[in-house]
C-alpha cells in the first residue's frame, strides 16, 4: 500500500495525494464567493489534514494571490507539518533574474513560511528571460534555503528534459512536472512524457484528475456545473454520452470497493508508479471524499477494464 511518495528523487516526501486550491479565491472560473467562501475552503483543509492529506498545491495567480494567503493561513493553525508547492508565472514582463527572486519572496510572504517545499514554474515559455537564466535563478533560490526543491508544469518530454538537464548543471534535481492527466485525458502516456519522467526520476503531479468534476458522475444534462465549465464540450449533453462507458465501469468498481467514482478514479492515479493527484476540494465533503481514494488498490481485472475502456482518452 502506498502511504507517501517523494516528489523526484531527493526532493521532500508528502502524502499520496495532494488538494489543489485553484479555486481558494478565485471567483472568475470557479466562482469563489458566490457559491461557497473562505468558511468553506478552511473547513477542505482542516478535513484534508485530519484525514491525512498534508500535502497542498497552489500558485501565485490562483485568486492573484488570495489562494496563497488563505492557505498560509490555514497552516498556522494546525500542528502537523504541511507541505506547500506553489508556481512562478513567467510572465513576458519579468526579463530579469531578480524579478524571479523577488516573485520567491512575495511568495514566501504570502504564505508567511520560511521555506517553500516546492516551486513550480508554471508554463514552459520565458519570453526574453530564457530557461537558463530562469533556472540559475531557482538554483539561487535553492541555495538560499528559499525553495526546497524545484519544478515544471506543462512541460512537453523535450522541455522537462532541457529543464532537468539545466537544473543539473547548477546541481539541483528537477523534482516534478505537474501536468494534466487523469483516467479521460491520458495524452502524457501517448506522447512519452509518463515513460520520460520516470526515466528520470521525476515525479508527476497529475492536475485535474477529477476532469474537473466529470468523473464523479454527478453531472447530467438536466444538472449541469455553474460557472465556465458550461462552455466545455466535455459537460455538453454529448460530451456527457461519450463518458457514459467510463462512468459505468467507474460505477461497477466503486460497488465492489463501497467507494465512490470519484475515489476509484484517484485511486487508479494513486496507484501509477511515479504520479501524485491532486484534485481540487472546495469544501470539507469533497476533501474528505478525495482523502478515501488512499489506502487501498484496485484489482488487476478492474485496472485492466478501466485501461481498455479510456485507451480512447489517450488521443
Ligand atoms: N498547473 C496547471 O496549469 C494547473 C491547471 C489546472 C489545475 N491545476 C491544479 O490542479 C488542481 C486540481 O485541478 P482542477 O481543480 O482543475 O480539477 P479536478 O481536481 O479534476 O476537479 C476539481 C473540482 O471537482 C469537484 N470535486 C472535487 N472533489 C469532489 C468530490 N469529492 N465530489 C464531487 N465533486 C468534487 C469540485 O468542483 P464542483 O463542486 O464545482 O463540481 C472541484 O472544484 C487545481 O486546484 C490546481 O492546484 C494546475
Given at each position: 500500500m502506498i502511504t507517501s511518495r517523494q516528489l523526484g528523487q531527493h526532493g521532500p516526501v508528502v502524502s499520496p495525494i495532494g488538494i489543489g486550491?485553484?479555486?481558494?479565491?478565485?471567483?472568475?472560473?470557479?466562482?469563489y464567493g458566490d457559491r461557497y467562501g473562505a468558511a468553506e475552503v478552511e473547513a477542505a483543509f482542516q478535513s484534508a489534514v485530519g484525514a491525512g492529506i498534508t500535502f497542498f498545491d497552489t500558485a501565485e495567480v490562483y485568486g492573484m494571490g488570495e489562494s496563497e494567503r488563505l492557505l498560509g493561513q490555514f497552516c498556522r493553525e494546525v500542528s502537523v507539518p504541511v507541505q506547500i508547492a506553489t508556481k512562478f508565472g513567467p510572465v513576458p514582463?519579468?526579463?530579469?533574474?531578480s524579478s524571479v527572486l523577488d516573485a520567491v519572496r512575495a511568495s514566501l510572504d504570502r504564505l508567511q513560511?520560511?521555506?517553500?517545499?516546492l516551486y513550480q514554474v508554471h508554463w514552459p515559455f520565458s519570453f526574453l528571460l530564457g530557461q537558463d537564466a530562469l533556472f540559475e535563478a531557482l538554483a539561487e533560490s535553492v541555495q538560499k534555503g528559499w525553495i526546497r526543491a524545484v519544478g515544471v508544469s506543462n512541460y512537453s518530454a523535450d522541455q522537462m528534459q532541457k529543464a532537468h538537464d539545466s537544473l543539473a548543471r547548477f546541481?539541483?534535481?528537477?523534482?516534478v512536472n505537474q501536468v494534466r492527466y487523469s483516467l479521460v485525458t491520458r495524452q502524457i502516456e501517448k506522447q512519452g512524457l509518463l515513460e520520460r519522467s520516470r526515466r528520470l526520476g521525476v515525479t508527476i503531479l497529475a492536475y485535474s484528475p477529477l476532469a474537473q468534476g466529470l468523473?464523479?458522475?454527478?453531472?447530467t444534462p438536466d444538472s449541469p456545473p455553474q460557472g465556465?465549465?458550461?462552455?466545455?464540450?466535455?459537460?455538453s449533453a454529448q460530451g456527457l454520452a461519450k463518458l457514459a462507458p467510463v462512468l459505468n465501469v467507474l460505477g461497477q468498481c466503486a460497488e465492489a470497493h463501497d467507494k465512490t467514482l470519484g475515489q476509484v478514479a484517484l485511486n487508479w492515479l494513486i496507484n501509477r508508479e511515479g504520479v501524485i493527484p491532486i484534485p481540487g476540494a472546495k469544501n470539507q465533503k469533497q476533501a474528505r471524499e478525495n482523502a478515501g481514494a488512499m489506502g487501498w488498490s484496485l484489482t488487476p481485472q478492474e485496472w485492466d477494464a478501466l485501461d481498455r475502456v479510456t485507451r480512447p482518452w489517450m488521443e
Open positions: 486550491t485553484w479555486a481558494w479565491g478565485d471567483r472568475l472560473f470557479w466562482g514582463w519579468r526579463f530579469t533574474q513560511v520560511e521555506t517553500i517545499d546541481g539541483v534535481p528537477l523534482a468523473l464523479t458522475g454527478k453531472y465556465a465549465r458550461r462552455f466545455d464540450a466535455r459537460f
